[in-house]
Every structure is written in structure tokens, then in C-alpha cells.
């Protein structure tokens, strides 16, 4: 009995630190509505990151072999922002971005033509931000913490 009372307490301990290791916000969640801050964030997230998880996305979901990127307008994307409240061991988020982006006129295997948006959430460190970024490396300055993918109509 003994040990499976120290088997299950040794499970619970190691469930309960993985589940712990997500970032969570903490205080108000703010929408940047100002233009030029709006297209910064969104073209240093863009780059690397977005355009990277929306094209391995759709050309799983939609199986395709090639992808004609439609329009995005900026004035259609949206940014929220809010500070991270870190877990114990994770990297040094200090916030969290939510961007939502209505893509317009996608064509999927120069064939099929889509209207979609995509909601990303991401875990970042403010410094990537920064034009004089001390490491040079955003590896540990990024991380996806949740994407959603809606077919509009």
C-alpha cells in the first residue's frame, strides 16, 4: 500500500510540474490600435515565426503543394498585449501577444481559393522588441502557445 501511495504522489509530482510549465498573463489585456506600433509587431512576429506556422498549417490541413497567400490588410489584424507571469523554468517571457489575422483570397493548389483568419498566442520576451536586441538570438524570445484556424464564409 505504501508503495503505491509513493508511486502515485512521485506520478502527481511530475503531471503536475509539466502542466505548470505554461505562461500565464497576468493584469489587463490591451489592444494596440496605434498603426505603426501594430505593423512593427506584427512584422517581427510575421517573418519567423507567423508565416512559418501558417504555411506547415495550411499545406497539412489542406493538403496542398503549393499556397498563393492572399491579402492581408493591416487595418484587418488584430493585437492584444498583456504582461507573462512566467512559470519557475521557463525562459524570460514578459508578454503575451495575441494576434488575429484575416487572410483574404488564399489559393490552394492554384485551384481552390479560400477566405480564412488565423488567431495566434504567443509567449515573448519584450527585448525581441527592441531595435538593439543584446542577444542577436530570438530562439528563447518566442513561443506559440496556441493558434486557432476559422474558414470564413
Known amino acids: 500500500m505504501k508503495k503505491i501511495l509513493l508511486m502515485l ?5 511530475f503531471v503536475g510540474s509539466s502542466a505548470s510549465a505554461e505562461v500565464a498573463g497576468e ?3 490591451v489592444e494596440i490600435k496605434d498603426k505603426t506600433t501594430k505593423t512593427f509587431m506584427y ?3 510575421s517573418r519567423p515565426y507567423i508565416h512559418h506556422i501558417a504555411s506547415n498549417f495550411y499545406h497539412k ?5 503549393s499556397i498563393g497567400w492572399g491579402e492581408v490588410k493591416s487595418e484587418n489584424i488584430r493585437i492584444w498585449i498583456q504582461e507573462a ?5 521557463e525562459a524570460s517571457y514578459t508578454h503575451i501577444v495575441k494576434i488575429y ?9 492554384d485551384k481552390k481559393e479560400i477566405n480564412t483568419a488565423d488567431t495566434y498566442v504567443f509567449a ?10 543584446e ?7 518566442v513561443k506559440l502557445l496556441k493558434h486557432h484556424h476559422k474558414e470564413q464564409r
Open 9 to 13: 504522489a512521485i506520478a502527481l509530482f
Open 101 to 109: 489575422i484575416p487572410y483574404e483570397k488564399i489559393v490552394i493548389n
Open 61 to 65: 490541413k489542406y493538403n496542398a503543394k
Open 85 to 89: 507571469k512566467p512559470a519557475q523554468g
Open 135 to 141: 542577444s542577436g538570438k530570438t530562439e528563447n524570445q
Open 43 to 45: 512584422q517581427i512576429l
Open 27 to 29: 493584469g489587463k489585456v
Open 124 to 133: 515573448i520576451d519584450g527585448d525581441m522588441f527592441s531595435l538593439c536586441s
